[in-house]
Each structure stands twice: as structure tokens, then as C-alpha cells.
């Protein structure tokens, strides 16, 4: 009769941790990127713990992380609509501009005609497309911001509870295992720390490193792209490719072998090179994951679970690493 009860308890259990996963799965980006985020604020909050307590330190460590980053964001947001705004609303000075870069190249009139000819058409398509996707990206829109702002929370939730939580529930575990499992959990706790905060100063450096490759093609605004690109490095729902390619279109409009050149070097150094070869080293290097596994991990996870999936994947990938180094020491 006993055991009975026993598994009638444990499937209620398992039937409500269902339920749980299934109500909070819409918000499960946010839920993630707070986690994340508490993370790579923890170094801050231990440092100021001693100084202005628990609760204020968790407060304040997370508005350092969360601020910036959304003044960036949508900041970032505001001007790019206003850039599309400019465009549909100046299209007769964005044609000739596109033009004008064209015969620059030394491209045959034949051509430019025919491509100023599919201008209008290839515009109002455009127009056409956001018009019909206009509720939609409203939706998707509300869902971000709601996310961001459930992230915010769980970061300081997660920074102000989470080691109370943790020291409780090993308390479940029978008194002769307490010591390794504790002993674990350190390790992992050690892990994730690396892997989210060398991300981070990855973004930071992704970011730096921008700053010089913008005022070196006279772009405006770079200190914002700077920011944006740093955005890109450290969240996946953005990528450098989306600050990268609206800038080399500006350009276009203005020489199209300067942007074909800006692109070149843009991709191949601020893109594809940091994403495949520097982040998984870099990262790899400061959590002791191998950067082949990092590497996967970021991609695959990416493109499986988008954003939840970008940042599960490693943590997934950190969990085996632990496991790994603390039997094998």
C-alpha cells in the first residue's frame, strides 16, 4: 500500500512539473536569459555583498547588466525604424543615390536601367510584406519586450535566492552523499560562471574591437553600431550580421566598392572569424569546455531552440564538463 501511494505521489509530481514547463514555456527565453544574465552579474553582486548587503547588491548588480543593455537595445530598435521610415519616405533620393553608385562602379547604363526599372517593384513588395506581417511582428514585438522584462526579474531572483535554494535542497540529499554532491554543484556553478562571463567580456571585446573599423569608413553613429555589435555578439536574437548589412547598404548608396569592401572585411573579421574560431576558444578556454563542443553547442542550439536554445545548449555542454572534470580529477 505504501509503495502505491509512493508512485501515485511521484507521477502527481511529475504531472505537475508538466504543467509548470507547459505555462511557462512562452516565457521560457526570458527565464533563460535571466539566468545568464545573473551569472555574468554574480562577479559584481559578491563584490558589493559585504559592502551593501544582500539585497541591494543583487538590486544593483542587475541593473548594471540590464540597463545598458536595454538603452542599447531599443535604442538601437528606434533608429532603425527610423532609417526604414527614411527610406520609404525618400525613395526617389534612395533610387538616384543607387544610381549614382552604380554607374560610380562602371556598371553598363543597360543594366542600371533595368535594375532601376525593378526598384519601384522590389519596394512594394517590401511594403506589401510588412503590411501583411504587421500583427505578427506586433506580437513578436509585446513577447520580446515581455521576455526582456522576465529576465530582469529572474536575474535578480536568481542573485538574491539562488544559493539559499541550492544550500536547502542538498539538504534532501542523504547526509552521506551532502559533501560530494555540494562538491559538484561548485564545479558546475564554477563552470557556468566562465562560460557566461567569458561570453560576456567576448561581447565586450566584439564591441571594442568595432569601434575603430567604423570610423575608419566614416560611419555615423559608431558609437551606437559599437554597442549594437556588442548586442549581436552577446544575444542571440540579434547577430552582427544585422548591424553589418544595413551599414554596408548605406554605403552602397553612396560607393558600391566601398561597401563591397566594408562587407569583405566586416564579415570575415567582425563576424565569421570571432564566431567560429575566437568565441569557441576564447569561452572554451575560460570554462574548460572544448571549443568543438562550444562551437556546436552555440550553432546547433541556435538554430534548434533560437534564443533558449543558444544559451540551454552550452549550459548542457557545461553540465557534461562538469561531470567530466570533477570524476577525472
Known amino acids: 500500500m505504501r509503495d502505491r501511494w509512493t508512485a501515485i505521489l511521484v507521477v502527481c509530481v511529475i504531472a505537475l512539473l508538466a504543467f509548470i514547463a507547459f505555462f511557462f514555456s512562452p516565457l521560457l527565453d526570458g527565464i533563460v536569459m ?20 544582500k539585497l541591494a547588491a543583487a538590486l544593483l548588480a542587475t541593473l548594471l547588466i ?37 554607374r560610380d562602379a562602371g556598371i553598363d547604363e543597360k543594366y542600371i536601367e533595368e535594375i532601376r526599372a525593378w526598384i519601384p517593384n522590389v519596394i512594394s513588395i517590401i511594403q506589401s510584406k510588412v503590411k501583411l506581417s504587421a500583427i505578427d511582428v506586433t506580437i513578436r514585438a509585446i513577447m520580446f519586450f515581455m521576455n526582456f522584462i522576465i529576465s ?83 544575444i542571440p536574437v540579434f547577430a552582427e550580421w544585422m548591424v553589418l548589412a544595413p551599414v ?30 575566437l568565441r569557441p576558444h576564447f569561452v572554451g578556454y575560460a570554462s574548460r569546455i572544448h571549443p568543438l563542443a562550444l562551437l556546436l553547442a ?20 557545461a553540465i557534461i564538463t562538469a561531470v567530466y572534470n570533477y570524476y577525472t580529477r
Open 34 to 53: 535571466g539566468i545568464v544574465f545573473a551569472y555574468v552579474a554574480k562577479p559584481v553582486k559578491k563584490r558589493m555583498e559585504g559592502k551593501t548587503g
Open 66 to 102: 540590464i540597463v545598458p543593455i536595454f538603452i542599447l537595445m531599443f535604442y538601437g530598435v528606434f533608429q532603425g525604424i527610423n532609417q526604414v521610415i527614411y527610406l520609404f519616405s525618400h525613395q526617389h533620393e534612395v533610387e538616384e543615390s543607387l544610381v549614382n553608385a552604380l
Open 152 to 234: 530582469a526579474i529572474v536575474c535578480f531572483y536568481v542573485l538574491l535566492d539562488a544559493d539559499d535554494f541550492v544550500a536547502r535542497a542538498i539538504r534532501i540529499i542523504p547526509e552521506e552523499k551532502r559533501e560530494e554532491v555540494a562538491r559538484f554543484i561548485a564545479e558546475l556553478d564554477e563552470t557556468l560562471l566562465a562560460l557566461w562571463f567569458g561570453n560576456f567580456a567576448f561581447a565586450v571585446i566584439i564591441g571594442i574591437a568595432s569601434i575603430p573599423f567604423f570610423i575608419a569608413f566614416g560611419i555615423p553613429y559608431a558609437p551606437l553600431l559599437s554597442g549594437l555589435m556588442f548586442l549581436a555578439a552577446l
Open 248 to 277: 554596408a547598404l548605406f554605403l552602397a548608396l553612396k560607393n558600391l566598392n566601398t561597401a563591397i569592401l566594408f562587407t569583405f572585411i566586416g564579415f570575415t573579421f567582425l563576424y565569421f572569424v570571432p564566431e567560429v574560431v
Open 298 to 317: 552555440f550553432v546547433g542550439g541556435a538554430i534548434a531552440g533560437g534564443a533558449a536554445g543558444f544559451f540551454i545548449a552550452p549550459m548542457l555542454v
